[in-house]
């Protein structure tokens, strides 16, 4: 072997210490975070990325950190993700929720359209996908998106609370209570769904109108942290 080979793979009790170190600030990053720092928790995640730079879960990990309250910069980590393997659905799915917090609409729609490509089996892509769409109005392929997330996976409160916003929007009362009322029992803390069924039950049963100032529900997406603990392990 020569000096040169020698000097640029790293021992076997080097890599060792990095692994070690590395898993050591992803456990302050995840404890951090658990607590709310977001600052220590990038800060820690920055730490376990000197450690091992080459990692795209880390990098990963990083990018969902700052969508929250750095999308510009979460848009660098992921790309630079992308670059050490541009074949990872998760890394393009967070791509375009970066996107979609600086409303970049259509930058957004060419990222989801890369994970899906990779992972058309994920439901929580195709939730996104109907967040994106029914922003845009485009109703017909939002309904389109949430038909095959609860085809997929049924169980995701935010599909159908979304799906149910996209029914309201369109004027389909009796889909739109059905869809808050399976959203409300997937997710019962949520107060938001719970009041607003009982405000369209009493339009229903009174048959008279919103009031103009009820316009209907935003649709959300998987909040990041959920979606988070699905593809990080805990440490």
């Known amino acids: 072997m020569s000096p040169a080979s020698s000097f640029s793979t790293p021992s076997p009790v080097i890599q060792e210490l990095n692994s070690a170190n590395e898993h050591i600030w992803l456990t302050i990053g995840r404890l951090a975070e658990q607590m709310g720092d977001l600052n220590h928790a990038l800060s820690a995640y920055e730490h376990a990325l000197r450690h091992n730079p080459s990692s795209v879960g ?15 910069i979460a848009i660098q980590y992921l790309t630079k993700s992308l670059e050490t393997d541009p074949h990872d659905a998760q890394s393009w799915y967070l791509l ?9 609409y259509h930058k957004a729609s060419e990222a989801y359209q890369q994970a899906v490509y990779r992972d058309s089996e994920n439901a929580i892509f195709w939730c996104s996908i109907g967040v994106l769409y029914l922003k845009n109005n485009l109703f017909p392929a939002a309904s389109d998106a949430y038909h095959k997330a609860f085809g997929i996976d049924p169980y995701i409160s935010e599909i159908w ?62 909040h990041l942290e959920a979606y988070a603990n699905t593809i990080i392990p805990p440490p």
């Open 58 to 72: 880390l990098i990963r990990i990083a990018g969902i950190s700052k969508i929250k309250n750095g999308p510009g």
């Open 96 to 104: 375009g929720r970066a996107y979609m917090a600086c409303q970049k």
């Open 161 to 222: 609370s979304g799906f149910g916003s996209l029914c309201e929007k369109s004027n389909r009362l009796f889909e739109c209570i059905s869809a808050y009322t399976r959203a409300s029992e997937l997710n019962p803390s949520n107060v938001v769904i719970s009041d607003r069924i009982q405000l369209l039950k009493n339009v229903q049963a009174t048959g008279g109108q919103l009031p103009p100032e009820a316009a209907a529900l935003d649709p959300q997406d998987v």
